[in-house]
């Protein structure tokens, strides 16, 4: 049982960063892989990044790779999302989500949370 809560976003202009967080809770939550994932209006979910509760391994998609940086802080039970260089196509709902795998396949996530808003403007 995984209870995950994000918070985070906003509206920012094209080339600024912002900084998701994700508090999670439950007595399961260090067997498990806490990620990123997207969903655009009309598009389908996209897996962004994925980090390891317990080792802080990481997974990355490549449409972010080098803008983006998933961590962990396991003594405050929060996993962040680092987003610099922001682009009008990372307008997005993000969400914080957990998986039994250091997975890209959005799928395989179990819970989730309800979503913070990502808008970047042109």
């Known amino acids: 049982q995984v209870q995950l809560a994000e918070s985070g976003g906003g509206l920012v202009q094209a080339g600024g960063s912002l900084r998701l967080s994700c508090a999670a809770s439950?007595?399961?939550?260090?067997?498990?892989?806490i990620g990123w994932l997207r969903q655009a209006p009309g598009k389908a979910r996209e897996f962004v990044a994925v980090?390891?509760?317990?080792?802080?391994?990481?997974l990355t998609a490549d449409a972010v790779k080098g803008r983006f940086t998933i961590s962990r802080d396991s003594a405050q039970n929060a996993v962040y999302l680092q987003m610099n260089s922001l682009k009008p196509e990372d307008t997005a709902v993000y969400y914080c989500?957990?998986?039994?795998?250091?997975?890209?396949?959005?799928?395989?996530?179990?819970?989730w949370g309800q979503g913070t808003q990502v808008t970047v403007s042109s």
């Open positions: 989500a957990a998986a039994r795998a250091l997975t890209s396949n959005t799928r395989v996530y179990d819970y």
């Open positions: 980090v390891s509760w317990r080792g802080g391994t990481t």
């Open positions: 439950g007595r399961t939550v260090s067997t498990y892989y």
